[in-house]
């Protein structure tokens, strides 16, 4: 029996979680705005950059988050109604920002994709264009294609009745990626743990069994070993996204911190969600954040390419309000008519596929 358990956790949404993620997609909007680490002191924003630097980081606390929330919602669903959740939550809001991104990086073409072509934007919908050699519209898409492989690797283990040794799986995954910080791994199996960011995933995992029903001595000892192996993953990965002149041991420091910050928010996760003072903005701000890391970069391409002529601070400003709202448009457009949509042609298709069909209970 889980130690620690007092009772079953509310049911109904994190509204603490909601103020997390939204702040991880603002920090790595604010990153690719003020920071380029291909040139990184030619822009006046440069005395912000020893803090923004580090705002990609908030994908790996994304990749936390996917961990806990997508356990989560898996609870309880059949493999299909686990993927018909997934396609209706990921695909509207995506297609409406690769077509509108696709056509404003044609408007102000640049360093972010230059012009998209049709054929291009068509295999982009898939959100797996690399699958026929085509480019992202957008670089930040290389995230979704990281997230659809932890979902089909939760699928599978759906479709084979394992979600309840879903602990056990997450310990092994943890344990295994430990191993791969001192040895090399065979490529296959690098895939399959998702490195390096499966311990995120993992670890997001395990606090979700944490929130659910309390600690247990194996999912502490899981997340004390997933804390260091993350850490080192996410130092060892910095040159990919800092230029090597500010990689020192400061910024190390930092993005470990980070690391462990998130660690502890989830650690203490449910026991006052402090979000829920704020009401229904974080609900929204929640709502905004997958649009917002799909679209900022529109607000770069139009407002920090040069193509508008003011201070730098004005710049960032107006990048960052267009960015909003533009995210929010398609935030209403994709849970609205375009998910309504999708919803009854998925809806459909189960129907007409007998082995999709939810099974009679008996």
Known sequence: ?????????????????????????????????????T??????????????MHGYLGVEVFFMISGFVILWSAQGRTATAFVRARILRLYPEFWIAVVLSALIFRLAPGDLGGAPSVVDVLANLTMVPQLAGLPYVDGVYWTLFVELKFYFLLWLLILFGQVPRIERWLIGCIAISAIGL???????????????????????????????????????????????TASTFAVRGMSGFIDAAHIDTTASVA?????????????????????????????????????????????????????????????????????????????????GPVHAWLRRRLDATIALVPFLRPQPST
């Open 255 to 335: 993005t470990i911190g980070i690391i462990v910050g998130a660690f502890v928010f989830f650690a203490t996760l449910g026991r006052n969600d402090l979000g829920a003072r704020l009401g229904r903005i974080t609900t929204v701000a929640g709502a905004l954040t997958y649009p917002l890391y799909l679209l900022h970069n529109t607000g770069k391409a139009l407002f920090l390419q040069g193509w508008v002529a003011a201070p730098e601070p004005v710049l960032v400003a107006g990048a960052l309000l267009f960015s909003l709202a533009l995210s929010y448009v398609v935030m209403r457009l994709g849970t």
């Open 182 to 228: 001192f040895v090399e791994l065979p490529g296959a199996l690098r895939s399959l743990l998702i490195l390096p960011y499966g311990p995120l995933f993992a670890a997001g995992g395990l606090f979700f069994l944490v929130f659910d029903s309390g600690w247990t001595a194996p999912r502490a000892v899981g997340l004390l070993l997933a804390l260091p």
């Open 39 to 52: 040139t990184p002191n030619d822009r006046s924003t440069a005395g912000l950059q020893a803090v923004t």
């Open 1 to 37: 029996m889980a130690t620690g358990a007092t009772s079953k956790p509310d049911r109904s949404r994190l509204s603490s979680l909601d103020v997390l993620r939204f702040l991880a997609a603002a920090s790595v909007m604010i990153y690719h705005f003020t920071y380029d680490p």
